[in-house]
């Protein structure tokens, strides 16, 4: 008897609020690797559109090789399992969404500070302005 595929995601961004999810199914035991070397040739068979390499125009499968170039660099990234960070050696799971995450490029505490430099005391937090009469917190 054939052994049952796992259904995982793998959820990865190039550049911020551009998210990138493919849906595949592994074999038990998979590695977080594994699932990202699946998908990686998954890409390179259906091209980046999903719609085959695209032979008759000519451009198909160069640009499936450039996204799976892509795909491939993702293994800089840190990868984790539902928001938490996990290795590479990780074993996946039914439902699993596997996540990669880029690096900060700005601490967030500095970008924070930044921000309020920028906006002003007189609009932020405690500071912000309010009508007469209100009541603390409206």
Do not use: N
């Amino acid at each position: 008897m054939a052994e049952a595929l796992l259904a995982v995601s793998l959820c990865w961004s190039f550049k911020p609020r551009h998210v990138q999810e493919v849906m595949l199914r592994v074999p038990p035991g998979s590695s977080v690797q594994t699932v990202l070397d699946l998908a990686v040739a998954q890409q390179l068979l259906q091209g980046p559109t999903g719609q085959g390499t695209g032979q008759g125009t000519g451009q198909g499968t160069a640009q499936g090789e450039d996204h799976s170039a892509l795909l491939a660099s993702l293994t800089f990234q840190q990868p984790g399992i539902w928001g938490r960070k996990v290795t590479w050696s990780h074993g996946v799971a039914e439902g699993d969404r596997i996540e990669l995450y880029r690096a900060l490029k700005v601490d967030p505490k500095v970008a924070r500070r930044q921000r309020f430099k920028r906006q002003g005391k007189g609009r932020t937090g405690l500071f912000a302005k309010r009508k007469s009469g209100v009541a603390a917190g409206y």
